[in-house]
């Protein structure tokens, strides 16, 4: 019987700091395992562009800092996810990643990746405590909000189409319509 090594946020801090993956690998450590991110691909990037304008546009206060493809610390289960965008408290994460409790918004871009964004990321974040949970889907052009985190998942999981207006609980003014993250259909 095989069965795989489980490691910790700090035997992967410690390979991060050998430089274990500077060849470029993109990766991310997930419930005691370290994980390959899937490739991303233009439409991926673009929507992640267009969040990032989206959400500066909005979050100039001063309060918030918006990080783009950044790791987070989550206790339960011990993993360091890399979202591709997050509001986070403004503060200094130069010795320790943010945590759930610095976090307001945490946002994950699908392509090629929305089985696994929708479900064991999903469930992650939830267990963790992420309060608002968006998952960008590229494919469907739509965007799939989570809230309500509990142990058992989300309990509440909407869809916002393309004129569907959506808004980040941390900011309930600031408002979104799904379709200004993605290029013409037309092309």
């Known amino acids: 019987m095989s069965t795989a090594a489980r490691l910790t946020v700090a035997e992967y801090n410690r390979m991060l700091h050998a430089g274990v993956f500077d060849s470029g690998r993109r990766v991310e450590f997930i419930a005691g395992e370290i994980r390959n991110m899937t490739p991303i691909g233009p439409e991926h990037e673009s929507a992640v562009d267009r969040l990032v304008q989206w959400s500066f546009r909005h979050v100039d206060d001063g309060s918030l800092l918006i990080r783009v493809q950044q790791s987070l610390g989550l206790a339960e289960p011990e993993s360091v996810p890399q979202p591709d965008l997050t509001w986070v408290r403004q503060g200094d994460y130069n010795r320790a990643r943010p945590t759930v409790k610095d976090v307001f918004l945490v ?10 964004d929708l479900g064991e990321k999903a469930d992650l974040y939830a267990v963790a405590g992420v309060q608002d949970y968006w998952v960008v889907d590229c494919r469907s052009r739509r965007i799939v909000v989570h809230r309500e985190p509990g142990t058992s998942g989300y309990r509440s999981v909407r869809d916002y189409g393309h004129n569907d207006p959506v808004s980040p609980l941390c900011r309930p003014h600031v408002m979104l319509l799904p379709r200004t993250l993605f290029g013409s259909s037309d092309t």
């Open 107 to 116: 946002v994950e871009v699908a392509e090629t990746s929305l089985a696994y």
